[in-house]
């Protein structure tokens, strides 16, 4: 009797373990449907929501493996789509949606992400700690953006300190909106100018854009800077800032991009504060496509120049052989001290 016991507990031990495994089998082996919520300014800002969309084809194109990844972007075009598009994005099956943009954290996660517990969500430039209902099924994606902005900024210093005109050294830095992404940037941006040369002056303006796409106000801002001196344009401010960097092409200045590498736009950029979205979208999705029901949430993932989530962009080929050399060898001098954590740009 005593071994029929065990031979039948040993056959359910069995059976729960065939159960399991064939879950777990299961759940590796389905597609992983994954929606993208953008910010205003759509696919084509040449940056933020671009790059996010860019982290997302790359995992449609690389996680093929058993069911492959399933992905649908809704775009947002006014500041009422953010919650509709989050309630619909989880509404339509998809098990993990992606917000993109520091505004989601301030009412739409906090109002969708409850109602769905079995979605998991992840926010870009979303600080988990700043959600007031702290959702457990939200993870925030935070960047060291202040880092990348410190490198643009001593590159500019130090162009400036070589080139002076008449001994007065201006530059400036312009922020779509002050939210705390823009904020450590520009933060970031002044301090690596300073620790270039001390004595330029550095023109720091929000344009006042809330949907970071008004490119009419960013390129006013930046007139305005330039019309104070400024040779030198850092713009964190999305699609909004490509109205600086024309205003920049347009005065014959130098412009810094930001988020992508924004070289493509002309030879006036300097270089760009860069911000790898993409690389944080795509490592997502291939955590939440990995282990679907075990995707953690409720802290943030962070990016910084250490795990190279962020950095900067190429020199401008119209900068001469000397200043290229130069300006090369000591950013990079910089950037290692601050993945060293010898130097530790400021936040605001």
């Known amino acids: 009797m005593k071994r029929k016991r065990t031979l039948l507990w040993l056959g359910v031990a069995a059976l729960c373990a ?59 075009n006014s500041a009422n789509d953010r919650k509709p598009n989050l309630q619909t994005a989880a509404q339509t099956g998809n098990g993990l949606v992606i917000a993109v943009g520091v505004l989601f954290e301030f009412g739409p996660l906090d109002d969708v992400a409850p109602a769905f517990p079995n ?6 430039d979303v600080d988990y ?4 209902k702290k959702p457990t099924n939200v993870r925030g994606i935070q960047f060291r953006e202040q880092e990348a902005g410190y490198l643009v900024g001593y590159a500019a210093g130090l162009w400036e300190t070589r080139h002076p005109v008449k001994g007065k050294m201006v530059v ?30 550095v023109l720091i303006d929000y344009a006042n854009d809330p949907t970071f796409a008004d490119q009419a106000k960013c390129k006013e801002t930046t007139l305005n800077h330039i019309g104070k001196g400024s040779r030198v344009e850092f713009e964190a401010a ?15 200045i130098w412009g810094i991009g930001v988020d992508a590498d924004q070289s493509f736009l002309g030879k006036h950029i300097l ?33 910084t120049l ?22 090369t060898k000591k950013v990079n001098t910089i950037k290692t001290l601050i993945i060293e954590g010898k130097i530790k740009p400021p936040t605001s």
């Open 306 to 327: 250490k795990n190279n989530g962020v950095g900067y962009g190429k020199l401008s080929s119209a900068l001469s052989k000397a200043d290229r050399t130069y300006i």
């Open 18 to 76: 065939l159960i399991v495994g064939a879950t777990a089998s299961a759940q590796r082996s389905a597609t992983a449907k994954v929606a993208l919520v953008t910010d205003i300014g759509g696919l084509n800002d040449k940056g933020f929501n671009h790059l996010s969309y860019v982290g997302l084809q790359r995992a449609q194109k690389q996680l093929t493996a058993a069911g492959g990844v399933n992905g649908r972007v809704f775009i947002t």
């Open 172 to 201: 400036g830095g312009v922020g779509a909106n002050k939210v705390p992404a823009i904020v450590r940037f520009l933060a970031g941006y002044r301090a690596g100018v300073h620790k270039a040369n001390k004595t330029i002056k």
């Open 119 to 124: 979605t998991k969500f992840a926010g870009i």
């Open 238 to 252: 999305g699609a909004c800032g490509l109205g600086g960097l024309s205003a920049a092409k347009q005065k014959h």
């Open 271 to 303: 270089t760009s504060a860069t911000k790898h979205v993409d690389v944080a979208v795509f490592n997502t999705i291939k955590q939440f496509k990995a282990n679907p029901s075990g995707f953690k949430a409720g802290f943030n993932t962070n990016y």
């Open 129 to 132: 700690g700043g959600l007031s």
